[in-house]
């Protein structure tokens, strides 16, 4: 894509620059409808809106990218030329981005992601000569690792990121790329590998707050980039091991709040928003994947005192959403009779900041006056039902995210009975026994675990104990003098000082001086990782 020469400029006032943007937008959108609208009006209108400030907003570099890329690239069918169109509308848009935050310039990338998955899609679907298939797909690989080296960038400066929005409405933007109405339906095609949940939460987010899209639009490159490696043709036990390494250490580098928070609300929907991309098997098996990647590992910037620009409410919501993914996987694990790996979840969870986190995320909601009872147990399905009571009682939770899941909390709790027997028994077990003790009361005959599922299980963990124990002395050795930074597997510290947005405290930022010291040795931790 040709960069556009500089025209006169204009002088406007901040406030009359955002009322000329948002109507010349509406006049954009008005054109469209007719079936041959003049276009080039609106290329000029826009290119002076851009230049206008040094510092561009967003809407003008979305629309002017829009406007150009559709004129000159509206008649190209060969899936080369398709890929270098796209490869045009990324240095356009960084170009014209250069002096704007690290927010503005991931979120411009969202039609550079659309318009790279409507080329995956159409080499997926159209009959390309293999050879010139196997280069476009080579180029489209090699495209999308830039792409997410970009983000990379971008995220070093980050994380003093102002929290500002849109001027308008995203579904407005969005129309420019799809020709839409303006409503969700527009949304749910530009933004095809995010799931009809998210589209909704970053539609009414992103005009308050920004990082909210950015951090969608790297979750949508991300998965793209997942989906790709299944055609690898690699085992499925290579393809887990690639496929978990990866993610965790692009999680760990782009160190954002938005990104990790996106997909923990993704993995609570029934599906994976991949399905145009992987067979339902492949779904379920990025699924498992994406378990181990969200639950297992330490990510140090999601810790109280690297998360101070993020709103509260966002953080508590965070932290809920991951007792229940973590919950589902533990359950997964078990219904598919991986004992090894549901342990390795529990093991995770009982040993992070989670457990005394959301202790006081409760405590902090009831209020001083508050009285309530501690949950039976430390596992996810033990906090959920304890939540779930206190909801019963008049708790509103985190601005009514347990509300919200009522129903999926119901069958957490009609499913295991926690004040069954695993709590009863505690005089005549240890305490690794009952961590690991399956509960059948509750269930319906159908789903119930038998006797020697349960004693499987049960083998299961003092089998890892006993190797853990025998090989810890070895596995410590080797990580002598190994530095990571970003992500760990120990037993976490709890920093409990978070300052919101208004500068208020809740309860969740009083100090607490607590700390635990033990570590947990994970099977499956990335250090450990082939």
Request: hydrophobic letters at 35%.
């Amino acid at each position: 894509m040709a960069l556009i020469q500089p025209q006169n400029l204009k002088y406007f006032t901040n406030d009359e620059h955002k009322s000329a943007i948002n109507q010349s937008i509406q006049s954009l959108l008005d054109s469209l409808q007719h079936p041959s609208p003049k276009l080039s009006e609106f290329t000029s209108k826009f290119l002076e809106l851009m230049q206008a400030k040094p510092d561009p907003h967003l809407e003008t570099i979305w629309v002017l990218s829009g406007l150009t890329f559709h004129t000159n690239n509206s008649q190209k069918d060969d899936i080369l030329d398709q890929v270098l169109a796209v490869k045009d509308l990324f240095h356009s848009i960084t170009t014209f981005s250069a002096s704007s935050s690290p927010s503005v310039c991931i979120a411009l990338m969202a039609p550079v992601i659309y318009e790279l998955y409507s080329v995956v899609i159409d080499l997926k679907r159209k009959e390309v000569d293999k050879k010139q298939g196997k280069k476009a797909r080579r180029e489209i690989r090699a495209f999308l690792d830039v792409i997410l080296g970009f983000f990379n960038v971008c995220c070093e400066g980050s994380d003093g990121d102002e929290v500002f929005g849109l001027i308008g409405q995203l579904n407005d933007l969005v129309s420019i790329w799809v020709h839409s109405d303006g409503s969700e339906n527009g949304s749910k095609q530009f933004f095809p590998l995010l799931s009809d949940e998210v589209i909704h939460w970053v539609s009414e987010e992103s005009g308050e707050n920004l990082g909210v899209l950015a951090g969608a639009v790297i979750v949508e490159a991300f998965l793209l980039k997942l989906c790709l490696k299944f055609s690898d043709g690699s085992s499925k036990k290579e393809l887990r091991n690639e496929l978990r390494t990866w993610a965790v250490c692009s999680i760990t580098g782009f160190h954002n709040f938005y990104v990790f928070d996106t997909l923990m609300k993704m993995l609570l929907e029934p599906n994976l928003p991949v399905m145009s991309l992987l067979s339902s098997e492949d779904e379920c098996f990025l699924r498992k994947v994406l378990y181990d990647v969200v639950i297992l590992p330490d990510f140090s910037f999601l810790h109280l005192d690297k998360v101070g620009h993020i709103p509260n409410n966002y953080i508590k919501n965070n932290i809920l959403a991951r007792l229940m993914v973590t919950h589902e996987a533990i359950e997964l694990s078990r219904k598919s009779k991986d004992f090894t790996e549901a342990i390795s979840y529990t093991s995770a969870f009982a040993g992070s900041y989670l457990p005394t986190l959301i202790t006081k995320l409760v405590i902090s909601e009831l209020g001083a006056n508050g009285n309530a009872s501690q949950p039976k147990g430390s596992s996810p399905t033990a906090f959920l039902k304890w939540m779930l009571d206190l909801e019963d009682q008049g708790l509103n939770l985190s601005d009514g995210f347990i509300s919200k899941h009522h129903a999926r909390l119901v069958r957490y709790g009609s499913s295991m009975d926690l004040d069954s027997q695993s709590y009863k028994l505690n005089a005549g077990k240890t305490e690794d026994d009952l961590e690991f003790f399956i509960d059948n009361k509750g269930k319906d005959e159908d789903e119930k675990i038998d006797d020697s599922t349960n004693d499987a299980f049960v083998a299961a963990a003092r089998s890892m104990q006993s190797g853990t124990k025998e090989s810890g002395k070895k596995r410590k050795e080797t990580r002598v003098g190994k530095k990571k930074d970003g992500v760990k597997f120990q037993r976490y510290n709890l920093v409990d000082h978070l300052g919101s947005k208004s500068g208020k405290n809740s309860g969740l930022l009083e100090k607490d001086d607590s700390r635990s010291e033990s570590e947990v040795e994970d099977p499956d931790s990335d250090e450990d990782v082939e």
